[in-house]
Every structure is written in structure tokens, then in C-alpha cells.
């Protein structure tokens, strides 16, 4: 699964691109190459919300954490 996401590359300015498989949740950008996993146990554990019992899955706060490490490693 390949999402386009709504949010520009802190380094280059490009698309950034949201990949999922069995393991792992990807940040990544096609223009210069940036690119931040996250184990999706890890990934769950953040995101995963208990609103009125039911269980949510936040991927707002999975995309905000991962822009943010890309900040960092940038
Ligand atoms: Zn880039």
C-alpha cells in the first residue's frame, strides 16, 4: 500500500509517500531519498486511541511523529 501524503519533504520540499507492509510503516521521499520506518507494532502502539471503547487508529499521529523524525535525521 502507497498513500501520497498531503506533506512536503523537510529536506527537499518534495511529495512525501506513506508505505505499509506486513512489518514495518515507511515515510518517504521520492525526490531525494529521505526515508523514516517504523516497526507497525511500534507504529500501533502510538497511534492506536480508545475513544468511548471503541478502538481508533490515528494515523494523524503516526504521519505527525514521522514528519517530525524526519525533521530531526534531516
Ligand atoms: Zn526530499
Do not use: H, Q, T
Not at 508505505?19 to 525526490?31: L, P, W, Y
Not at 511500534?42 to 494515523?59: Q, T, V
Request: glycine residues 6%; hydrophobic residues 40%.
Amino acid at each position: 500500500m502507497r498513500i501520497r501524503l498531503n506533506l512536503e519533504c523537510p529536506r527537499c520540499g518534495g511529495s512525501l509517500f506513506l508505505e505499509e507492509d506486513e512489518e514495518k510503516v515507511s515515510v518517504f521521499c521520492n525526490r531525494c531519498g529521505l526515508r523514516v520506518s517504523w516497526r507497525l507494532r511500534d507504529a500501533a502502539r502510538r497511534a492506536l486511541k480508545n475513544i468511548d471503547g471503541l478502538l481508533i487508529f490515528d494515523w494523524n499521529s503516526v504521519i505527525d511523529e514521522l514528519y517530525l523524525e524526519l525533521a530531526i535525521s534531516s
